[in-house]
């Protein structure tokens, strides 16, 4: 069975404070992992990771994946408070016969005290 | 560009109680279309899957059931709602040669 999990459950930092977060996977099949935000409702996306080493960048966000030790990492630097959300890290596999899935993590409530 | 429709964004219903949640995608056809369910503002646990009319995969053995009754309409389901079909629905869209999902608002359910 496919399983995702994530660390930390939760995190509260300072605003300017600099966060990772943790995913790590074990799947059969691997294709890509996602990363999204989540602020109240729907899942905004952010990543998406299917290379190992190479770092995907959106302003203060990055984030890169180790499909040698079956990990990514969300890094968020100089913190803001509108970056509280919960962040979800999601894993797709090939699944013979189905369409396209996504496991996902538990997720990470980060909050960001001004 | 593509947008995708869910309602209600909340419902409140008594136990025993049928249950109809809607989902619609515009801007694009023959979509991959996702039922989730996130418990406690968690994971997300999914429940059904459709890659066309008329197709729906279950996940999860339950008291819930989806139709897609047209390309880009998928419909949530009950005959009966329990107590622990309290929780937030999300429905999602996946073109077929993006990887990507993406997300309505939700709908919180709430069964009392």
């Known amino acids: 069975e496919d399983k995702v999990v994530q660390s930390p459950l939760s995190l509260v930092v300072h605003e300017g404070d600099t966060v990772t977060l943790n995913c790590s996977y074990e799947?059969?099949?691997?294709?890509?992992l996602l990363w999204y935000k989540q602020e109240k409702k729907a899942p905004t996306f952010l990543f998406m990771l299917?290379?190992?080493?190479i770092e995907k960048k959106s302003g203060r966000l990055s984030s890169i994946l180790d499909k040698k030790e079956l990990f990514s990492i969300l890094n968020i630097t100089a913190t803001q408070t509108g970056d509280s959300a919960v962040y979800l890290c999601?894993?797709?596999?090939?699944?013979?016969?189905?369409?396209?899935?996504?496991?996902f993590g538990s997720g990470t409530q980060l909050t960001v005290l001004p | 560009s593509q947008t995708i429709h869910q309602w209600p964004a909340t419902l409140v219903q008594p136990v025993g109680s049928p249950l109809s949640l809607e989902c619609t995608v515009e801007?694009?056809?023959?979509?991959?279309l996702y039922w989730y369910r996130q418990a406690a503002g968690r994971g997300l646990q999914l429940l059904f899957y459709?890659?066309?009319?008329?197709?729906i995969s279950s996940e999860v053995p339950q008291n819930l059931s989806a139709s897609r009754p047209q390309d880009r309409q998928f419909i949530l389901s009950s005959k009966k709602l329990l107590l622990s079909d309290s929780g937030f629905y999300l429905c999602?869209?996946?073109?077929?040669?993006?990887?990507?999902?993406?997300f309505g608002a939700g709908t919180r359910l709430s069964v009392l």
């Open positions: 999602a869209w996946r073109s077929g040669t993006l990887r990507i999902q993406y």
């Open positions: 799947v059969t099949n691997f294709r890509s």
């Open positions: 299917t290379s190992s080493g």
């Open positions: 999601a894993v797709e596999a090939d699944k013979s016969g189905s369409a396209r899935q996504l496991t």
């Open positions: 801007g694009t056809s023959n979509p991959n």
């Open positions: 459709s890659v066309g009319i008329g197709q």
